[in-house]
């Protein structure tokens, strides 16, 4: 009897202790009371109201079992049964609601068809991770005895970062604001926001799925650009492959052609001037070799992509293969070896034509200089660039080259060096020329006719080829131009293009602008015929002789 009376008491205690907490999670203060309330803050007292706005209350309601210092918040509302369970895909812990959240709602039916055309941020990975409990927090809000529990103001802004694309042509919806703490308190604990969704976004063609943020296409987190270059259709790229192949190995075999040229016959080819067209032609076989690397098994997306499929920017990067900084080191910085040892070519061509007679003697005093700037100066240049961090891949081309992303840095690294290579060269070409000429005037009637003949012979190449050198480089500054001018118009019609893919803006989608195909032929074009010219000093007779020499010799 005394163990029973006792249980009765411990019943009664507890009871009561239940009844008091359970008073304090539902009572609300008087706004009067705020700032006793402010003073109770850091003492272990709950705070139970924030405040009243815009003729509109909520109160915050305590629950001592949160462990995690956050309060419901509540408002007065109409709570009506639930006639969908679920929420994206989702099934909620609660059987009321109610309309009262969102302006100008005024049925279920009208909430879910609203959230299904929200549904269309599902391609934006990070955005629709945030928005799918803000949404069923906003449109199918838990209601219990005439009080919603609200959305708390981390939950909306939350969402304002990830989901920053929409507001491209439109700004949010009134009741999207998040400063109206009416709608939106702070510090509040919700539900909906713990609910585990099982729909997790997925990327749009052209972009693709990603986790590292330095990868992602401006306004749509979780997402980058494909390694195929979505500015030309898949025929397109295929046109360029193929071409690319064709031009790349008829050059390099015209260069190797010219290198074992000097080899067969190398004692009486290692004199200078000559000698510079066989480093020129070593340069540009190593950089046509660069350019083929593509057609390896696999090697075009092992070069340009990504593991995760994005396109390579920003290289060397962690956690990548070193074949994107290999080719790229392959092509430019024997391309810039090349056009060093091009400026060294008219240089001694001018010093030849001025030391008639002693050019050997002066050029061997002059060679370890000139190896010296060939190779270092490129040297420095690719090493600044890697260090910067500015190698980009580019799948239409397959290489991996500087400044497709930044264009500041192609024309620092590529179009400044070329530029002055140019000019360089245009200068001694001319004075070369020049020197040619006199020497053919001045001395027509003392030379024989075969001599003059000569003479006119080197004249009409050298013309030749000074022409044709600066077409090719002057068409290159057209390229590179025309894709300065212009690449801010094909960013924004991207753009255009995938917003109105994700449902923002046209209903049809297609791109108004994109890249010129003929231009793109024109420049690679431009480039090989550069490197095929270097070949065609070994078109000479002496060429044929040697040839001739070395198979009789050997074979």
């Known amino acids: 009897m005394i163990f029973k009376n006792d249980f009765s008491l411990l019943l009664f205690s507890f ?25 109770n803050r850091g003492t272990g007292e709950p705070e139970r109201i924030l405040k009243h706005g815009n003729g509109l209350s909520w109160h915050r309601v305590f629950s001592s079992s949160l462990g995690d210092g956050l309060d419901y918040c509540s408002t007065s509302a109409k709570c009506i049964p639930l006639n969908y369970t679920t929420c994206m895909g989702t099934k909620l812990p609660y059987s009321h609601t109610t309309l009262d959240l969102v302006d100008g709602l005024s049925s279920q039916e009208q909430a879910q068809e609203i959230l299904r055309d929200w549904r269309r941020l599902i391609h934006i990975p990070r955005c629709w991770a945030v928005i799918q409990p803000f949404l069923c927090a906003l449109y199918m809000p838990r209601c219990e005895d005439d009080k919603v529990y609200l959305p708390s103001q981390e939950m909306c802004r939350i969402v304002m970062g990830p989901c920053r694309i929409l507001t491209t042509y439109e700004p949010w919806p009134p009741w999207f604001q998040c400063d109206n703490t009416t709608r939106f308190p702070p510090r509040c604990k919700n539900d909906v926001r713990e609910l585990k969704f099982n729909t997790t976004g997925r990327c749009l063609e052209p972009l693709v799925q990603t986790d590292v943020s330095s990868y992602y296409y401006p306004g749509i987190d979780g997402c980058g650009i494909q390694c195929d270059n979505p500015m030309f259709p898949p025929t397109q790229r295929d046109q360029i492959h193929k071409m690319v192949g064709w031009v790349a190995s008829i050059c390099s075999l015209l260069n190797i052609f010219a290198v074992f040229t000097f080899i067969i016959d190398w004692r009486h080819s290692n004199k200078y001037p000559a000698l510079v067209i066989f480093y020129i032609n070593l340069c540009f076989f190593v950089v046509c070799m660069g350019w083929l690397v593509q057609f390896l098994p696999g090697g075009r997306e092992d070069v340009v992509c990504r593991k995760d499929g994005t396109l390579r920017t920003g290289e060397p990067s962690a956690g990548e293969n070193l074949s994107c900084v290999v080719v790229f080191v392959m092509v430019y910085y024997f391309l810039m070896a090349a056009t060093a040892w091009f400026v060294i070519l008219t240089y001694a061509w001018h010093i030849s034509l001025q030391a008639l007679g ?17 190779w270092s100066a490129p040297l420095v240049l690719t090493i600044t660039t890697m260090a910067l961090g500015e190698i980009d891949g580019d799948s239409i081309t397959g290489i991996c080259f500087v400044g497709y992303t930044n264009r500041f840095y192609r024309v620092v690294f590529l179009l400044g060096p070329v530029f002055t290579a140019l000019l360089i060269g245009a200068y001694f070409m001319s004075k070369g020329l020049m020197t040619l000429i006199r020497l053919k005037v001045d001395s027509e009637e003392i030379i024989s006719e075969r001599a003059s003949a000569k003479i006119r012979e080197t004249i009409l190449r050298m013309g030749i080829f000074s022409g044709l050198l600066l077409t090719f480089g002057f068409i290159t500054f057209i390229c590179h131009y025309y894709e300065g001018r212009n690449s801010d118009l ?17 209903s049809e989608c297609r ?20 490197g095929g010219l270097m070949s065609t000093w070994v078109w000479t007779q002496t060429t044929f002789e040697s040839w001739q020499r070395f198979i009789r010799r050997y074979f």
């Open 15 to 39: 009871f009561t202790e239940l009844s008091v907490l359970t008073s304090a999670r539902t009572t609300v203060l008087n706004p009067d009371n705020l700032n006793a309330l402010d003073s």
């Open 358 to 374: 002693k050019i050997q003697e002066c050029m061997e005093k002059k060679g370890a200089y000139f190896h010296l700037i060939a």
């Open 490 to 506: 094909w960013d924004q019609s991207f753009k255009a293009y995938i917003l109105c893919k994700l449902g923002v803006g046209e």
């Open 511 to 530: 791109m108004e602008s994109r890249p010129s195909l003929a231009m793109l032929q024109i420049h690679i074009l431009a480039l090989f015929l550069s």
